[in-house]
C-alpha cells in the first residue's frame, strides 16, 4: 500500500513509525500555536513560517504529501466543518455575489494568469498557464477562517468570505482537471470543456443532497445515543466527496451542499447531548486537521526547492514573486466589479442597501491561499507519457509554495493593520452579536413564561406545587435580568460597566461553586458521576458569559 507521507527516501513500513511521526508532528503544532497565542499572530500563519524553518533544520527527515492524503483525508472533514458553521439564510441571502467571487473570480484569474504566465516564462504553453491558474486561484476556506474568526470583520464579509472559499475550491479543480488533461492529450474544446464544468458541478451537489438526506433519517431515526451521532457526523463527509468522485464529479460540491443542507436540518436530529458532544469533537478534529495542513505546507520548501531542475533558485523566486503579486492585484480589481455586479443588475428596483467599498477591499485583500493549491500541484503527474516528463512540473509547484507563503505570511499579517486603517464596520448597522443573544432570550424566557402562567391556570394540581410556583419566579426573575441588560447595551456607556460587573460576580459565583465540588470530590460525600454531571452545568453557566 502506498503511503501517504514518505519520511526521508524510503517508504516507512511500520505502522508504529507512521504514528510517531504524526504524534512528533502534533507536538510540533501544540508547541507552535502557544507560540503564535503569545506572540499575538494568527496561528495559521506561524505554523506555516514554523513548518519552513523546520525544515532546513540539519537532520531533519523530508515530509512528502502525498496529493491523496490531502484530498481524500484532509479536505472532506475541514470543507464539511466549515459549511456546518456557514449560515445557510446568509448564505442564500448574498448567493449572488459569492457565486460572482466562487465561479466568476476563479474563471478570470485561471485565464488571466494563464495569458501573463505564458508570456512571462520561456516554454510555458496556454494549457500550463490554465493549470497554473486553476491551481493557484482559489482562496482557501481554511486558512480564512482560520485567520477571520480572531479579528473583527463584518458578519456580511464574513459570509461572503466562507462562502466564495466553499465553493471556489470545486471550480478551481475542475479548471485544473480540464487543463491538465488538456496538456496531456493536447487537445481542448471548449464547448465541452463548459458543458462538463457544469455536468460536474450539479451532479456533485445531487449526489451530496441526496447522501444528506439519507443521514438525515439515520440521525433522526436510527441513532440511539450522542456518541454515534458524532461518529456519524465524521464518517458523512468521506461519503459524500468518495461517492462523488468516484463517478468523476465534483466531490467539493458534494461535501459541501450535504454539509449545508444537514446544518440547517440540525435542530431536528440532534438533541441536547449530541449537539454538546458532537461540538466538541468537531472543534478538536478540525484544530488537529488544521494545524497538521498548515506546518505540512511549510515543511514542503526544501523539498520544492531541490526539485527546480533546470531552472536556478533566483529565477524561480522572481516568477514566483510576479505571479503572486499578479493574483492579489487581480483579486482587487475584479473583487468590486463582481461585489456590485448582482445590484447592478437588480437596476433601480433594487432596495438592498450598497456594500461599503471598505468591506469589499476587505474581502479583496483576504485572498490566502493554501492548502488545496498545494495538494492540485503535487497531484501532476511526474511523466507525461513513458518516455516524457512532465514539462515545467517543478516551477509550477515552487510558484504554487510561493504563492501560498506570501498571500498568507503578507495578507494574514498584515489584514489586522488594514482592517483598522479602513476603520471597518458592519454596513447593515446591526446590533452586536452579544445584543442579539440577549434579545433571543428575553424572548424565549418570556415565551416561558406565558405558558407557564397559562399551565398554572389551567391545571388546578399545579397551583399548589411549590416547585411550579418557584419557576415562575425564577423565569420572571430571568425576564428582568435580561430586560436590564438589554438595557446596558442601548446606554453603551453604561454597557461596559453593569453588565461586565454582572458577569465578573456571576464567574465568582461559579468558581466558589468550583471549589464546593472540588470538596465534596475530597470528602467522597457523593458520588463522583454526580458531581462531573454538576460540573457540566457549571460548564456550560460559564460558557454563556463568555
Not at 152 to 174: H, Q, R
Not at 405 to 410: E, F, G, M, N, Q
Request: charge should be neutral.
Amino acid at each position: 500500500m502506498e503511503q501517504a507521507i514518505v519520511y526521508g527516501n524510503k517508504n516507512i513500513p511500520m505502522i508504529h513509525d507512521n504514528i510517531l511521526i504524526l504524534i512528533s508532528l502534533l507536538v510540533a503544532v501544540f508547541l507552535l500555536v502557544i507560540a503564535a497565542n503569545k506572540l499575538g499572530i494568527p496561528y495559521p500563519l506561524f505554523l506555516v513560517i514554523g513548518g519552513l524553518l523546520i525544515s532546513f533544520i540539519p537532520g531533519i527527515p523530508d515530509f512528502r504529501i502525498s496529493p491523496d492524503l490531502v484530498f481524500l483525508i484532509f479536505l472532506p472533514p475541514l470543507l464539511y466543518e466549515a459549511a456546518w458553521y456557514t449560515s445557510w439564510s446568509n448564505f442564500w441571502k448574498r448567493r449572488k455575489v459569492i457565486g460572482m467571487l466562487g465561479f466568476g473570480m476563479v474563471i478570470f484569474t485561471s485565464c488571466l494568469v494563464a495569458v501573463v504566465s505564458t508570456s512571462l516564462i520561456p516554454g510555458f504553453t496556454l494549457a500550463l498557464g490554465f493549470l497554473l491558474g486553476g491551481i493557484i486561484s482559489p482562496p482557501d476556506a481554511v486558512a480564512a477562517t482560520s485567520v477571520l474568526k480572531t479579528l473583527n470583520v463584518p458578519k456580511s464579509a464574513m459570509t461572503i468570505l466562507e462562502g466564495e472559499s466553499l465553493i471556489n475550491d470545486a471550480s478551481s479543480l475542475i479548471v485544473f482537471r480540464f487543463a491538465l488533461a488538456a496538456v496531456i492529450s493536447g487537445t481542448f474544446v471548449f464547448q465541452d470543456a463548459t458543458i462538463d464544468f457544469f455536468v460536474v458541478t450539479l451532479m456533485g451537489i445531487v449526489i451530496g443532497l441526496a447522501l444528506a438526506n439519507c443521514i438525515y433519517v439515520l440521525h433522526r431515526w436510527f441513532t440511539i445515543h450522542a456518541s454515534m451521532d458524532a461518529a456519524l457526523t465524521l464518517v458523512a463527509p468521506y461519503l459524500m466527496y468518495m461517492l462523488a468522485e468516484h463517478f468523476h464529479y465534483s466531490g467539493v460540491m458534494a461535501v459541501v451542499s450535504g454539509g449545508l443542507f444537514l446544518s440547517y436540518r440540525s435542530h431536528e436530529i440532534f438533541n441536547y447531548r449530541a449537539r454538546l458532544q458532537t461540538i466538541s469533537v468537531w472543534s478538536t478534529v478540525a484544530f488537529m486537521l488544521n494545524g497538521l495542513v498548515f506546518i505540512l505546507i511549510g515543511l514542503q520548501l526544501r523539498l520544492i526547492t531541490e526539485g527546480l531542475g533546470d531552472y536556478s533558485l533566483m529565477e524561480a523566486i522572481k516568477y514566483g514573486l510576479l505571479i503572486s503579486v499578479l493574483i492579489i492585484i487581480i483579486r482587487l480589481g475584479l473583487v468590486f466589479p463582481l461585489s456590485y455586479l448582482p445590484l447592478w443588475m437588480r437596476g433601480k428596483k433594487n432596495k438592498e442597501a450598497s456594500p461599503r467599498w471598505q468591506n469589499i477591499f476587505i474581502i479583496g485583500w483576504t485572498g490566502m491561499r493554501g492548502v488545496v493549491s498545494l495538494a492540485s500541484a503535487l497531484s501532476i503527474p511526474v511523466m507525461l507519457n513513458d518516455t516524457e516528463a512532465f514539462p515545467q512540473r517543478n516551477l509550477i509547484l515552487f510558484i504554487t509554495f510561493t504563492t501560498i507563503l506570501i498571500t498568507l505570511v503578507l495578507q494574514g499579517i498584515t489584514l489586522p493593520l488594514v482592517i483598522k486603517w479602513l476603520n471597518i464596520k458592519d454596513e447593515t448597522g446591526a446590533v452586536t452579536l452579544e445584543e442579539q443573544q440577549s434579545q433571543i432570550s428575553l424572548h424565549l424566557k418570556k415565551r416561558s413564561l406565558n405558558l407557564l402562567k397559562e399551565n398554572l391556570q389551567q391545571t388546578p394540581e399545579l397551583e399548589n406545587n411549590d416547585l411550579a410556583v418557584n419557576l415562575k419566579k425564577q423565569l420572571e426573575s430571568d425576564v428582568n435580568i435580561s430586560k436590564q441588560k438589554l438595557f446596558c447595551f442601548e446606554c453603551r456607556e453604561v454597557e461596559k460597566g453593569e453588565v461586565l460587573v454582572y458577569k465578573n460576580l456571576q464567574r465568582k459565583l461559579i468558581a466558589d461553586q468550583r471549589k464546593a465540588l472540588y470538596d465534596f470530590r475530597k470528602s467522597g460525600k457523593f458520588e463522583d458521576e454526580m458531581l462531573r454531571k454538576q460540573e457540566e452545568q457549571l460548564d456550560l453557566d460559564e460558557a454563556k458569559l463568555s
